[in-house]
Each structure stands twice: as structure tokens, then as C-alpha cells.
């Protein structure tokens, strides 16, 4: 019974954040389009590689053994497996197509409105989180944890230029980092590097202001 409660706690967290990611990424792209649109190197670089080794893993089953998190062989040397779990999916296609999904809504946005500041909205949360993975959930693997990251980007965003956007997007900006800090209570995997992906982004933003301000100062 116990183990049923924590199963719907979890998914109603995930539901929420995933509704306020949406919600957010609809006015982010409302609010981003008359901006230039670059080609975005860096989320098809990400897509593109996880793309691949994903497609390996069904061809050759030992890509998804060698690569997934697996705690004894992280202690034995292995270190790499901080890092490769985020480029193989544990639960087949369907995994790795909802994650590849998410990445194709979020990252270009992502990208767009941080620029280079994509790989560590990805890769910071995405390796950190890996800790929490080892903890709460060995032996699996999957690229949500690098795109939790981006998420909390976004809510980030939202929340700090609240006065730029509509109505609507802090309230769903607020809901999914409720349902953030709520699966970190639940012991859910990607509560910590969505968390991590608000204040990282939350840091930047407030770096970048005050480097434009300097500037400002300066004349320049």
C-alpha cells in the first residue's frame, strides 16, 4: 500500500512539472519570437549523440550495460558512468522517444534564451543528479535528467522576468517548482537537478544583469 502511495505522489509530482514546463515553454516561445533564431548547435549536438547511442544500444544490448549507472562498477573505477547514463535509456523505445520528445520542445528553446549556458544547464544537473540516481535509483539510465536541468531553466526565466511575460506563465513556472521540491521529498530522481537547473539559471541570469549593468556604467 505504502509502495502504491509513493508511485502516485511521484507521478502527480512529475504531472505537474511537466504541465508547468509546458505551460511555461508556450510563453517563452511567444514571448522569444521576434528575437534572431540562430541554428541551435548545441541542442542538436546533445540530441544528435544521444540520439545515436541510444540507437546503438538496441543494435548491441552491451552499449546499454556498459553505460548505464551501476553502482558497483562506479566504485570499482568506472567514473564514466557519472556521465553515460544520460546518453542510453533503460526502458526501451518508448523511454527514449518521451525524452527525445521533451528535448525537442525544450533544449532550442533553452538555447535561445541562454545561449552557451545550455551545456551547463544540461550537464551540471544532469551529472549531479546521477548522485541522487545511484541512491534512489540504480541501475537505470535515461537523458531526463539532463533535460530536468533545462526545465528549471525555464521556470527560472519565468520567474525573473514575471513582468515581461503574461499572466499565466509565473503561475506555471510556480506550480513546476512546487512539483520540483515536492519530488525531492518523494525521493524522485529528477526533483534535485530540476532544483539545481533553477538556481544555476537563476545565477546566471543575475550574473548577466549585473554584467550589463556594469557595462552600462562603463559607457560601454
Not at 33 to 45: A, E, F, N, S
Not at 99 to 124: H, Q
Not at 143 to 169: D, K, N
Request: hydrophobic share 50%.
Amino acid at each position: 500500500m505504502f509502495e502504491k502511495i509513493e508511485i502516485i505522489r511521484r507521478l502527480l509530482g512529475t504531472l505537474v512539472v511537466a504541465i508547468g514546463s509546458l505551460g511555461c515553454a508556450l510563453q517563452l516561445y511567444r514571448f522569444s519570437r521576434g528575437k534572431t533564431r540562430p541554428v541551435p548547435v548545441i541542442t542538436l549536438v546533445i540530441i544528435g549523440s544521444t540520439a545515436l547511442v541510444t540507437g546503438l544500444q538496441f543494435v548491441f544490448p552491451e552499449v546499454l550495460t556498459a553505460l548505464r549507472r551501476n553502482r558497483e562498477a562506479l566504485l570499482a573505477g568506472e567514473w564514466w558512468r557519472m556521465v553515460t547514463p544520460l546518453f542510453v535509456h533503460a526502458y526501451g523505445w518508448w523511454h527514449a522517444c518521451v525524452n527525445g520528445v521533451a528535448a525537442i520542445i525544450f533544449c532550442p528553446l533553452a538555447e535561445r534564451l541562454y545561449g552557451k549556458k545550455l551545456w551547463a544547464l544540461y550537464f551540471i544537473p544532469g551529472v549531479v543528479g546521477q548522485i541522487f540516481g545511484y541512491l534512489w535509483s540504480p541501475n537505470t539510465a535515461g537523458s531526463s535528467l539532463g533535460i530536468a536541468g533545462v526545465m528549471g531553466g525555464l521556470f527560472a526565466f519565468v520567474v525573473l522576468h514575471c513582468r515581461e511575460l503574461s499572466g499565466s506563465a509565473p503561475l506555471f513556472a510556480m506550480c513546476g517548482i512546487a512539483g520540483a521540491v515536492a519530488l525531492c521529498f518523494w525521493r524522485d530522481i529528477h526533483g534535485p537537478p530540476t532544483v539545481l537547473g533553477i538556481l544555476l539559471a537563476g545565477l546566471m541570469i543575475k550574473l548577466e544583469g549585473r554584467e550589463r549593468t556594469t557595462m552600462e556604467g562603463a559607457g560601454y
